[in-house]
C-alpha cells in the first residue's frame, strides 16, 4: 500500500469501506465511482489495478470482515477499527463484553442534542438533564440567534454539577468553545491558554447572552495572581477524547492520554478556590488513568454527594464520581467529579 500513489490508496480504501460497510451501495457502484476517482487523478495507468482489486474484494470482503475474531482485545481492536491501546483501556476498565459494546456505540453516529437557551425548540425534552432536547437537526437559524447550542447531555451534565448561583464566583480553567461556561450562574471567569479560542468563547458568550462571563486568555497552570478567591471551578480538562470518537472518528489513531497536565490544571484550580469551595474536574473520555486516578492523586476530598445527585449517571464502580457510557446511555462517555477544597 506505501508503494501506490497517494491518489490510488484513498480510492481503494474509499471502495473496500463501501463494499465492507456501507449498505444500500450495489457492488458495482462502489466499485465504479473508485476506479473514476483514480482516473480523474490522470493515473490511467493504475485503473485496471483499481479495478481488479476492488472486484476481488467485492466477492468476499463482507464475509471476511464477519469471521474476524474478537476474543481478545486486540482482536476485537481490528475488528471494529481502534487501536490496540484503546481497546486494551476498556477491556482494563470494563471488561472485554463492554469493550466491545463500547466500540460498537463509538462507530455509531453521535446523539443530535441541543441546549436550549431560551425560547422553543422543535424536539424531545430529555427525561435526564434539563435543558436538553433531542433534535432532527441542529436548527441553524436558532444557532445563529443564540437561542441553542449544540451540546451533548453529559457535556450539559458537567455544567449542571458545577451548581453554581447568582451569587458565586465561578472559574472556569479550559472554557473554550464555552458550551459550559455559558450554563453557569453568577461571575464566571472563562480562561483558555489560545487567543483565538478565548475569541471564539467571547463571541459564543456574547450570542448566548452570557454577559456574567468574563474571558481571560491565561495557561490555566499559571493564572495573574487577581484571580483568587472563587467559589467554585470548573475544570473540564484537556484528555485522549476516547468518550467523543463517534463524533470525531479519525481522533482515535492519534489520541494521547494527558494525565499529567490534567493533575496540574486540577491542583492549579483548587489553589485559586476559598476553603469549603468545591472543584468539578471532568474529560470527555473513557480511560480511568484520565478520571479516578487523577482525582485520586490530587488529594482534594471527593464530595460523595454528586452521585446522589445524578444516580442514573453514577459511576458504577467509584459511586461517588459520575460516568456516562455511550453504549448504555447512548451520550458522550465523561468522567465527572466534585472535590472540596479544605
Not at 468563547?201 to 495572581?225: F, I, K, Q, T, Y
Not at 463524533?247 to 482515535?252: E, H, M, N, S
Request: aromatic share 4%.
Amino acid at each position: 500500500m506505501r508503494r501506490l500513489d497517494p491518489p490510488v490508496r484513498a480510492a481503494l480504501r474509499l471502495g473496500a469501506y463501501q463494499l465492507a460497510f456501507v449498505d444500500g451501495v450495489p457492488r458495482y457502484a462502489a466499485v465504479n465511482e473508485s476506479v473514476e476517482l483514480v482516473r480523474g487523478a490522470r493515473l490511467e495507468r493504475a485503473v485496471p489495478f483499481t479495478n481488479a482489486v476492488l472486484r476481488r474484494l467485492a466477492d468476499g470482503v463482507r464475509e471476511l470482515v464477519s469471521a474476524l475474531p474478537e476474543g481478545t482485545a486486540r482482536e476485537a481492536a481490528l475488528r471494529h477499527s481502534y487501536p490496540d491501546w484503546v481497546a486494551e483501556t476498556w477491556e482494563r476498565d470494563l471488561g472485554l463484553e463492554e469493550a466491545i459494546a463500547l466500540m460498537l456505540a463509538q462507530n455509531e453516529p453521535a446523539e443530535t442534542v441541543v441546549r436550549l437557551v431560551r425560547g422553543e425548540v422543535a424536539g424531545r425534552q430529555d427525561a435526564d438533564v434539563p435543558g436538553a432536547w433531542h433534535v432532527e437537526r441542529v436548527d441553524g437559524q436558532a444557532l445563529a440567534d443564540g437561542r441553542v447550542w449544540p451540546q451533548s447531555r453529559a457535556s450539559q451534565l458537567v455544567g449542571l454539577a458545577v451548581g453554581s448561583g447568582e451569587g458565586d464566583r465561578t472559574l472556569d480553567l479550559c472554557a473554550a468553545p464555552g458550551g459550559k461556561a455559558t450554563m453557569l450562574a453568577g461571575e464566571v471567569v472563562a480562561v483558555d491558554v489560545s487567543e483565538a479560542r478565548a475569541r471564539e468563547l467571547e463571541e459564543n458568550a456574547r450570542r448566548l447572552g452570557a454577559s456574567n462571563v468574563r474571558v481571560v486568555v491565561a495557561d490555566g497552570r499559571s493564572l495573574p495572581p487577581e484571580l483568587a478567591g472563587f467559589d467554585r471551578a470548573l475544570v473540564d480538562a484537556p484528555c485522549s477524547g476516547l468518550g467523543v470518537l463517534n463524533r470525531r472518528p479519525d481522533l482515535r489513531w492519534r489520541a494521547e492520554p494527558l494525565p499529567e497536565l490534567q493533575l496540574e490544571l486540577l491542583r492549579a484550580a483548587a489553589g485559586r478556590v476559598q476553603p469549603g469551595g468545591t472543584v468539578v474536574y471532568s474529560v470527555c473520555t473513557v480511560n480511568a488513568d484520565e478520571g479516578e486516578r487523577v482525582v485520586d492523586a490530587s488529594g482534594l476530598d471527593v464530595d460523595p454527594s454528586l452521585g446522589d445527585e445524578w444516580p442514573q449517571f453514577r459511576h458504577r464502580t467509584r459511586p461517588e464520581f459520575l460516568q456516562s457510557l455511550p453504549h448504555l446511555h447512548g451520550t458522550a462517555g465523561f468522567f465527572v467529579a466534585r472535590l472540596t477544597v479544605r
